[in-house]
């Protein structure tokens, strides 16, 4: 049996994300970036949709390679978010995630999230659907995000090598839940 995780979902502040990145703000510039010869900054206008159980999850994302920025345009998210892996030596297999440290964010149209490399991250719409601006790396020759594919699936893995997804549930016998 999984453990359950508790994590109270916040409204977003700059003081309270700044351990997982920065928030866009007036005379502030964020920067997007990717490591030298690993794709390109790519934006892209994506529509998350509401999962059956929205408060419920057992993956998480990571990328090392460049930062990414979440801005609402329609609806709301909730961002989750934990710190980078202090043991990316070890492999995908062993990074660590520090549960205790895990944090929600409700993140409105207008907001922006810009996320450190390395940090773990997920999103789930709110309403029924979000859509959203997608500040992040693509290669030549990638098309748009398809979130149906990569967020919450078994095809997660295999969807973009640069992207390291973890299971959660199967890995560490944990699940997420988000106290709405």
Request: hydrophobic share 40%.
């Amino acid at each position: 049996m999984e453990e359950t995780i508790k994590v109270k979902v916040e409204p977003i502040t700059a003081e309270a994300f700044r351990p997982f990145g920065r928030m866009l703000e007036d005379k502030e510039p964020v920067f997007p970036e990717v490591d030298p010869g690993e794709g390109r900054v790519a934006i892209e206008l994506l529509t998350l949709k509401r999962p059956e159980n929205p408060r419920r999850l057992s993956q998480m994302a990571v990328h090392f390679s460049y930062n990414q920025t979440f801005i609402p345009v329609r609806g709301s998210m909730a961002l989750i978010v934990a710190p980078a892996p202090r043991n990316r030596e070890q492999g995908h297999e062993r990074f660590e995630v520090a549960y205790e440290k895990l944090a929600a964010f409700i993140v409105e149209p207008g907001q922006a999230a810009f996320i450190d490399k390395g940090t773990w991250h997920n999103v789930v719409a709110l309403g029924a659907e979000c859509q959203f601006i997608n500040v992040t790396r693509k290669n030549p020759g990638e098309g748009t995000t398809d979130l149906e594919t990569e967020v919450g699936t078994e095809k997660a893995p295999g969807a973009r090598p640069y992207i390291e997804f973890l299971d959660l549930k199967k890995r560490d016998r944990r699940v997420i839940e988000l106290e709405l």
